[in-house]
């Protein structure tokens, strides 16, 4: 008998064994068309009673026996029930699930209140960007060149100035990064993408001026850009004529990782422009963004950047008409010989965080940054210039005289390769109605600078310029430079938080110091600003901020170049310093309700005080510095938007800014090349009331025209201003698949989000707008200042998909 009941206990014990070898674990999350964690789904298993609720996060977990196949539904009030087979499961299976809400009317939503900003720090939503008509492929900087106090004459390029700045004095940071721009890029053809994917951003912050001490050493903004963590299998498709972008998310419990690829090829609108050739440019990135949490406490993250710009041109000819209708002139010419650029840059940044506690967070950073880039050129042209006559043959345009004629040669061998390394470490501590940010930070930087690049030119049989001596280039630059250079910074700021009374007061203080090994030099630059919402109207806020910056130098500030006649070589200029602004900002929103919709008016004051300046002049987006601090002058202005729902349920915003930017070079007040002096920008968005699948959208921009002198002259020896800048892009688009009504409920449509189908034209009212201009001279060395167009109208079609 005892041998019969051990028998019995050894087969009980196998059969449980095996029946938990044979059982399956099933987990996942389940969220809704905004991937947000739905709670209170019930998942249970089909044909059975067994089955759980998902928890706030919208997570599951359940354990069944082996079949197979096995039957998962998903259902909750309010979203329509999805059904999903596993066929012969084995093991952990992750299931994650998206529910759409039943095709019923709901209310409308009304929103009735817009963030207050108390700091110089707005926040931007990314959704606007999605159908915003853009030549340069779909750019946060696209958007930003709609603000107030942001200027952009290059719908080629994604560089932009703020409040009088240059390219170079914006600081761009993605997840706490600083992101660095190639350095030999001369035009917006070649420029390539910018390194922000659009598709991969979460959150965006930017800033005018005024802004607090964590951000780095640069006198004009801050774009302070966070991707986003996907919380569940997501993605995105696009392609249009000018080139195509893939988005990939997915996300687990512990790990969730983020891959973005874009292509762009802009020869077709590039074909518009009066230099016609082969354009062959090409485009191409990969960006990744990783995140692994070891515990609740502890995660790693890495972001990864390959990018690799190809631009290669031939020209053949080029005829552009200029002037006015009494005195206009031709310039034709006729070209031989080709371009071949190629800028490669290679990012990564590893971040460990630890969560101390609820209210202690730290992160230690290390980053790389390089870049290879190549411009060589070799390319001859014969020119003439002719005087049209207008008033006669019916109005169509007749070369009436030569006014010069000759030929140039234009030779480029240059090579630049740049390594940046940085370790850092932040940390973040609330107590009591304090906020303490805090961190450090060091950065390797290694250069290798290759450049020879000169200019013959002919001019009426004689060589220029003519001495009588034999022949002489034009212009020539070498530079064989090689630099190591160290840098440590630091930082530390309070926020406090106070409710009064009177209102409610945001305090923000700071310091950030800087040494740098090149030249020797320690900065400090303390920081301040307050915010205040009074208790007597709380849809009034009121800002002021004010601190020390300096623009570190990097590389192309402290090439100093070395004259001897019209040749010039490079040198390093060991004694720059930085150069330094103090920013006043005076600032006040006021929000309010319209016609039963929230709008926003904002307007600020501000001024600039300039030393210690770098002289520089602009060629479309080449900046050429002095290498000297030899300069001072000063930036006032005022930025005024007005934002909100001019039809409900979209944003839109009208810009208008007016600044004045002067410096006094050798004793000699001049502009400075970036002065703007009005700008007025308009993002609209609409849809048909009827049918709300049909939306519009309009991006418009009119600015005032540049300084511009004589090349190699400065603007110290006479300037004009380039015509206004203006520009219209409009853009259509319908839905084809996603909303409350999809298209399509079954089949492969069943998984997308949305579809979009859309048609843009760019520079809709076809304006003639000068980016930069192509200087002639005569035997007399008389210089005629020829413009270089950009972009005509232009079609493009696209198509967007998000799952």
């Keep these: 008998m005892k041998i019969k009941l051990y028998i019995f206990f050894i087969f009980l014990f196998i059969g449980s064994t095996v029946l938990a070898q044979s059982r399956i674990k099933i987990s996942g999350k389940v969220i809704d068309a905004d991937n947000q964690g739905l709670e209170l789904v019930n998942v249970r298993i089909g044909g059975t009673t067994q089955g759980t609720l998902t928890d706030l996060k919208g997570e599951y977990e359940l354990t069944v026996a082996s079949q197979d196949s096995i039957e998962i539904i998903f259902s909750c009030l309010g979203y329509r029930t999805e059904k999903r087979v596993l066929a012969a499961p084995q093991g952990n299976v992750v ?59 290059n719908e080629l390029s994604s560089q932009y100035s703020v409040r009088g700045g240059n390219f170079d004095e914006n600081i761009v940071y993605v997840n706490g990064i600083e992101i660095y721009r190639p350095l030999l890029v001369r035009s917006g053809q070649q420029e390539g993408l910018s390194f922000i994917n659009p598709d991969m951003v979460g959150s965006i912050g930017f800033s005018s001026g005024g802004y607090s001490a964590e951000y780095g050493d640069k006198m004009s903004s801050v774009l302070d850009i966070t991707y986003k963590q996907p919380e569940a299998f997501e993605g995105a498709v696009s392609a249009s004529f000018l080139g195509a972008s893939a988005m990939i998310g997915h996300s687990t419990k512990r790990f969730s990782q983020l891959h973005g690829f874009r292509y762009k090829t802009n020869s077709t609108l590039l074909s518009s422009l009066d230099t016609k050739g082969e354009y062959d440019p090409s485009f191409f990135d990969y960006q990744t963004y990783l995140t692994y949490k070891f515990s609740p406490n502890w995660n790693i993250s890495l972001l990864g950047n390959i990018s690799n710009n190809i631009y290669n041109f031939t020209p053949q000819e080029r005829t552009t008409k200029y002037g006015t209708y009494t005195s206009a002139s031709q310039f034709k010419v006729y070209f031989d010989g080709q371009e071949k650029d190629k800028f490669q840059t290679f990012f990564g940044a590893l971040s460990l965080n630890y969560g101390v506690s609820k209210y202690t967070a730290l992160s230690l950073l290390a980053s790389a940054f390089a870049t290879n880039e190549i411009v060589t050129y070799d390319i001859t042209g014969e020119y003439w210039l002719d005087e049209l006559d207008m008033a006669n043959n019916g109005g169509v345009p007749q070369t009436s005289g030569t006014l010069g004629y000759g ?63 034999g022949i002489d280039l034009v212009s020539s630059l070498s530079s064989y430079q090689n630099m190591q250079s160290n840098r440590f910074s630091f930082y530390a700021q309070d926020t406090y938080k106070l409710r009064a ?158 600044m004045r930017t002067q410096e006094t070079i050798g004793g000699i007040k001049v502009p400075r090349p970036t002065e703007q002096r009005y700008s007025i920008a308009l993002f609209f968005q609409d849809y048909v009331p009827r049918f709300p699948k049909y939306k519009f959208s309009l991006r418009a921009i009119w600015s005032d025209g540049l300084p511009v002198g004589a090349p190699r002259l400065g603007r110290q020896a006479g300037y004009f201003r380039t015509t206004p800048y203006r520009r219209v892009d409009i853009g259509a688009s319908r839905l084809l698949v996603g909303g409350e009504d999809r298209l399509m409920k079954r089949g492969f449509f069943r998984y997308f ?51």
């Design 95 to 153: 299931l994650n699930m998206r529910l759409y809400t039943k095709d019923k009317k709901l209310g409308e939503v009304v929103v009735t209140e817009i963030r207050k900003q108390t700091s110089t720090l707005q926040k931007i939503d990314a959704k606007d960007l999605r159908l915003m008509p853009d030549a340069s492929g779909g750019s946060i900087e696209s958007m930003l060149s709609t603000l107030a106090g942001v200027n952009s004459s």
């Design 501 to 658: 009374k009177s209102g409610f007061y945001t305090f923000t203080g700071g310091i950030r110091g800087s040494y740098w090994g090149f030249n020797k030099e320690f900065i400090l630059s303390p920081r301040a600003s307050v915010g205040y919402i009074p208790n007597f109207n709380d849809r009034l806020t009121f800002r002021f901020a004010t601190g020390l910056y300096y623009q570190a130098p990097f590389y192309k500030e402290l090439r100093d170049t070395v004259r001897t006649g019209e040749n010039y070589v490079v040198r390093l200029n060991r004694s720059i310093k930085s150069q330094r602004s103090i920013h006043f900002v005076l600032g006040s929103d006021y929000s309010f309700r319209a016609v039963n919709r929230p709008f926003k008016f904002t307007a600020e004051l501000y001024y600039k005080k300039l030393d210690n300046l770098i002289p520089y002049e602009v060629d479309n987006v080449r900046i050429w510095y002095s290498g000297r601090n030899e300069s001072k002058g000063y930036a006032a202005g005022l930025d005024l938007k007005l934002f909100g729902q001019f039809v409900p349920g979209t944003d839109s915003w009208l810009s208008f800014s007016l």
């Design 753 to 803: 989000k949305s579809i979009w189908i859309g048609l843009d034209v760019f520079n809709l009212l076809d304006i003639s707008n000068v980016n930069s201009y192509y200087w002639v001279t005569d035997i007399y060395n008389h210089q005629s200042a020829v413009p270089n167009y950009l972009t005509m109208r232009q079609f493009n079609l696209r198509l967007s998909m998000e799952f």
């Design 407 to 469: 030929t140039y040669h234009e030779h480029a061998r240059n090579r630049l390769n740049a390594s940046v390394f940085a370790i850092a470490a932040k940390g973040a501590t609330r107590f009591g109605k304090n906020e303490l940010k805090y961190g450090v930070n060091f950065q390797r930087e290694i250069i290798k600078d290759r450049v020879r690049e000169w200019e013959l030119r002919d001019s009426a049989g004689y060589s220029l310029p003519h001495t009588g001596n």
